[in-house]
Structure formats: structure tokens, C-alpha cells
């Protein structure tokens, strides 16, 4: 018995229809031949979401839009696995914590209390000065201060770094931007002044002023 085949002569099967996509249908050939049917799609590049950090590579999916500092940028590729509400979260506190650290660490080069224990001025020497007293206060005050705020850390519906305080009523969409941009800033910079006096051992303002020439 001879091949029959169902030619559909519908406009769809012999022209491009839609954005990124075309069908194309080759004429029945004589002697009862089947038609062959040739179907191509392909992704239009606009569709595709493109990173605002690398907009050579494409944003991770699993990252969200609508959070504060969003570059789609996840070369780890953290959001496949990690929530993303919790990250979020996550990463403006240990950020909020670098600045007070890089503050801090420049502040103590020049300003101690009247003890000698508190005189140095290289940080990572002066940490391994202070007696186990004041440790213990230390660790017992960040321990209270997290024990509060981690019902808030697991609250869907909470954005990152509201703890429910604003004295100065800073809060805006600009405002938490530019904190998420410096908090980011501030992890890397506290990373640079450890690694400088790992290295060099010296304070390290005094160390820029001496580079420069002021010194």
C-alpha cells in the first residue's frame, strides 16, 4: 500500500509566526512521498535575563529581582540551593557588622582607653591583649543581640535588615541600596586591612601615610 501523508495547508507551516521561531514545510514530492517538516526555535536574546554586574553571562535564575542591591551576580551559584530571603538577610548583618569592624579598626590606631593593654595600635596584636574579662563581655553582648533578632531572620515576609528600629527614619528604597552597597564594600575592605597586617604588621593608617609620603 502506498505512504499517504496530511499536508496542513495552513499560513502557520510556511512562514515565521512568532518572535525567535519558525516552522517550514517542504512540498510533497511526487510518487505519494511523506512530507518532511523542519521546526527551529531559538531563545530571542531579549528574552534572556542578562547580568547587570557581567551582561556577558546570564543572571542566575534562582536569584530575586526584587531585592535590594540585585546585580545577577552569583558566580558560586549559591541561589540554586541557598534560600534567597535568608541570604539576603544574612548578608546585610555580617555587612552592617564590617562596618562597624572597619570603623572601628581605624578608630583604635588612634584613640584607647587608659590601660596599657588597650595602647596598641596594630589591631590583630592589640585583640590578643585584652584580658579574658573583656572577651567574656564581648561574646555575651553579640550573643544577646543575636538570640534577639533571630526570630526576625527566618520571617518571610520581613525584609533584609528590618529589625523594627530606625531612630533617624533613614528607611527608603535610595537609603537601603546604598547601605547594601557599602556593607558589600565593607566585607572586602575588613578583609584587606587583616590580610595588611598579617603581612606587614604594622598599623595600618600609619603604614598609607608612611607610602604616600606624609610620614
Not at 572601628?104 to 585584652?130: I, K, R
Request: proline residues 6%.
Amino acid at each position: 500500500m502506498a505512504s499517504s501523508a496530511f499536508v496542513a495547508a495552513s499560513p502557520v507551516f510556511s512562514r515565521r509566526v512568532f518572535a525567535g521561531a519558525s516552522v517550514a514545510c517542504a512540498p510533497a514530492p511526487s510518487g505519494g512521498a511523506a512530507v518532511t517538516m523542519r521546526v527551529t526555535k531559538v531563545m530571542p536574546k531579549d528574552l534572556r535575563k542578562r547580568s547587570k554586574a557581567l551582561p556577558m553571562v546570564d543572571a542566575p535564575e534562582g536569584l530575586k529581582e526584587s531585592q535590594d542591591g540585585y546585580l545577577g551576580f552569583d558566580p558560586f551559584r549559591f541561589s540554586d540551593w541557598l534560600d534567597q530571603d535568608w541570604a539576603a538577610k544574612g548578608e546585610l548583618k555580617n555587612g552592617r557588622v564590617a562596618m562597624l569592624a572597619c570603623v572601628g579598626w581605624v578608630v583604635a590606631e588612634f584613640l584607647h582607653l587608659p590601660d596599657p593593654q588597650f595602647s596598641n595600635p596594630v589591631a590583630l596584636q592589640a585583640m590578643f591583649q585584652v584580658n579574658y574579662g573583656a572577651w567574656v563581655q564581648i561574646i555575651l553582648g553579640v550573643s544577646i543581640f543575636e538570640i534577639l533578632t533571630l526570630d526576625k531572620m527566618y520571617e518571610s515576609d520581613r525584609r533584609a535588615g528590618d529589625l523594627g528600629w530606625d531612630p533617624l527614619y533613614l528607611d527608603s528604597p535610595e537609603m537601603r541600596l546604598k547601605e547594601v552597597k557599602h556593607a558589600r564594600l565593607a566585607m572586602l575592605g575588613i578583609l584587606g586591612l587583616v590580610a595588611q597586617q598579617l603581612v606587614q604588621g604594622e598599623p595600618t593608617i600609619a603604614q598609607l601615610m608612611q607610602l604616600l609620603g606624609f610620614a
